[in-house]
């Protein structure tokens, strides 16, 4: 039987040269007219963002004007939301990293971004949790809830891990009324507890129990006394069930890791940072106020991982600056234009055709159809 075929010769170096550049010019074009995809709600999410600097840089400026200075080091954007390394209302340790990426208006986008997609909008109820540990990121959940009109219920742990709201001249229920007496919020929270281990500051001094009742107190807050960690959920549970009414909150956003909020260490990790609709494997046996509603059918924003969040959202870990609003892919991204990259691919497959198989394409190259393959072919028995 006879078969007949042809062998080409191996490709040119110049043929591969000459494919290799297209293909990098090629690439280089799609890269160059990358269009921006805006994301949703941009308006809205700079609106937030916004409404947390102007927050931010009012809460500067009231700590300077009670003379409490701020530590370059420990706070090198100068942002006035990194507390101490210790003090006599510090309840424990605290992530300085976590905090210093923390302090970023941008994020008061993502809390928008998050309560959006759960169905959020004006009138809905949300319940909150928050404690001093994060004056930034509760500052930032203020002010997307302030823009969509939501109607919080909020109850707060005065207390602060290191680094947080800890300066006993300065603590959170002090930025938290500022705030809505300089009318930059609409509301503010319906009680605090002290913080702190079993959410009644275990381990600290008598003197900085005394400090931060008296902060609570003094800025007309409810104080909630809890005899144990069971006693704060019961308590809290109660209190949001009560202010909320018939109508269960929309969603339930925890900011931090207050002890009796996460459910100690193990649910703080268990949860997702970001959305979690459903209960994560493993919390079956913990209670807690994020497990409670969670169970119960409300959805949970988990506002802790820090670090994670600002990789997943573009945003800079530990900025030498404060983020200017509307930095990060909460806004827009870039993304190839998709008719431009097939173009090109065809514009490839186009080249490496005519380089191999047209006539013009051998003699650009000096070689010949013979020296290409395409001789006339042997016949072979």
């Known amino acids: 039987?006879?078969?007949?075929?042809?062998?080409?010769?191996?490709?040119?170096?110049?043929?591969?040269?000459?494919?290799?550049?297209?293909?990098?010019?090629?690439?280089?074009?799609?890269?160059?007219?990358?269009?921006?995809?805006?994301?949703?709600?941009?308006?809205?999410?700079?609106?937030?963002?916004?409404?947390?600097?102007?927050?931010?840089?009012?809460?500067?400026?009231?700590?300077?004007?009670?003379?409490?200075?701020?530590?370059?080091?420990?706070?090198?954007?100068?942002?006035?939301?990194?507390?101490?390394?210790?003090?006599?209302?510090?309840?424990?340790?605290?992530?300085?990293?976590?905090?210093?990426?923390?302090?970023?208006?941008?994020?008061?986008?993502?809390?928008?971004?998050?309560?959006?997609?759960?169905?959020?909008?004006?009138?809905?109820?949300?319940?909150v949790g928050i404690s001093g540990s994060f004056p930034a990121m509760n500052v930032a959940t203020f002010?997307?809830?302030?823009?969509?009109?939501?109607?919080?219920?909020?109850?707060?742990?005065?207390?602060?891990?290191?680094?947080?709201?800890?300066?006993?001249?300065?603590?959170?229920?002090?930025?938290?009324?500022?705030?809505?007496?300089?009318?930059?919020?609409?509301?503010?929270?319906?009680?605090?507890?002290?913080?702190?281990?079993?959410?009644?500051a275990l381990g600290i001094s008598a003197e900085g129990r005394k400090a931060i009742e008296d902060s609570i107190l003094m800025n007309g807050y409810e104080l909630i006394k809890v005899k144990n960690y069971q006693d704060s959920v019961e308590k809290k549970m109660d209190l949001y069930l009560r202010l909320c009414g018939d109508a269960k909150p929309k969603v339930y956003i925890n900011v931090g890791g207050g002890t009796t909020s996460v459910g100690t260490k193990l649910g703080k990790y268990k949860f997702a940072a970001g959305i979690n609709t459903r209960p994560p494997p493993g919390t079956?046996?913990?209670?807690?106020?994020?497990?409670?509603?969670?169970?119960?059918?409300?959805?949970?924003?988990?506002l802790t991982k820090i670090e994670d969040l600002s990789a997943r959202y573009g945003f800079p870990e530990q900025p030498k600056e404060t983020p200017p609003v509307g930095d990060g892919k909460i806004y827009a991204t870039q993304e190839p234009n998709r008719i431009l990259a097939l173009a090109m691919l065809a514009a490839i497959f186009a080249v490496i055709y005519a380089l191999t198989r047209l006539d013009w394409g051998f003699r650009l190259l000096g070689n010949s159809k013979e020296q290409s393959g395409d001789a006339p072919p042997e016949q072979m028995v």
């Open 143 to 200: 002010a997307a809830i302030e823009v969509i009109g939501a109607r919080p219920v909020i109850i707060s742990s005065a207390g602060a891990s290191q680094w947080g709201a800890n300066n006993p001249s300065f603590m959170w229920p002090d930025m938290e009324n500022l705030l809505f007496k300089n009318k930059l919020f609409t509301f503010r929270s319906s009680a605090m507890t002290l913080g702190g281990i079993d959410d009644k």
């Open 284 to 302: 079956s046996g913990i209670d807690s106020i994020m497990t409670r509603f969670i169970n119960d059918g409300v959805p949970v924003v988990h």
């Open 1 to 127: 039987m006879r078969k007949v075929y042809w062998r080409p010769q191996k490709v040119s170096n110049r043929v591969l040269w000459l494919v290799f550049a297209s293909a990098l010019f090629c690439y280089l074009i799609v890269v160059r007219f990358e269009i921006k995809n805006v994301k949703p709600d941009f308006k809205k999410k700079i609106e937030a963002a916004r409404l947390a600097q102007s927050a931010f840089d009012f809460l500067r400026q009231e700590r300077l004007r009670r003379g409490i200075m701020i530590d370059e080091e420990a706070d090198p954007a100068g942002s006035g939301l990194i507390g101490d390394l210790s003090s006599a209302v510090t309840t424990n340790v605290g992530h300085l990293p976590a905090k210093r990426s923390s302090v970023n208006p941008n994020f008061a986008a993502v809390v928008f971004h998050y309560l959006k997609s759960l169905g959020v909008g004006r009138g809905d109820q949300v319940a």
